[in-house]
């Protein structure tokens, strides 16, 4: 497995470093410990529309993250393919909603 450090300038006087595993991380063998997108009923402005958040095992969660279906599709396979940490999710989706 390969180990990447990526080099990031946020609004802030310092640099931010993050780290994370190029390749199929082991936990992911046999569909176990995998970022799954999870679907939820919600009522906004009376209108009934479901809302997508993103899971890892039942420890880690992060509810309504879209109503984007396959935006949120998109995140957990990056995040699968890429190993994220279940540590780092709320920091992951956190800078996905800022880019929106």
Request: net charge neutral.
């Amino acid at each position: 497995m390969i180990t990447k450090i990526i080099h990031i300038f946020l609004l802030v006087d310092f640099p931010i470093f993050i780290q994370y595993n190029i390749g199929r991380n082991d936990k992911n063998k046999g569909g176990k410990n995998m970022y799954t997108v999870t679907e939820e009923k919600k009522t906004i402005e009376n209108k009934n529309c479901l809302v997508y958040g993103i899971r890892y095992d039942d420890e880690y969660y992060v509810k309504d993250v879209s109503a984007d279906k396959a935006k949120v599709k998109h995140l957990t396979e990056m995040y699968n393919r890429y190993g994220l940490s279940p540590t780092h999710l709320y920091e992951a989706v956190e800078n996905f909603l800022n880019e929106i």
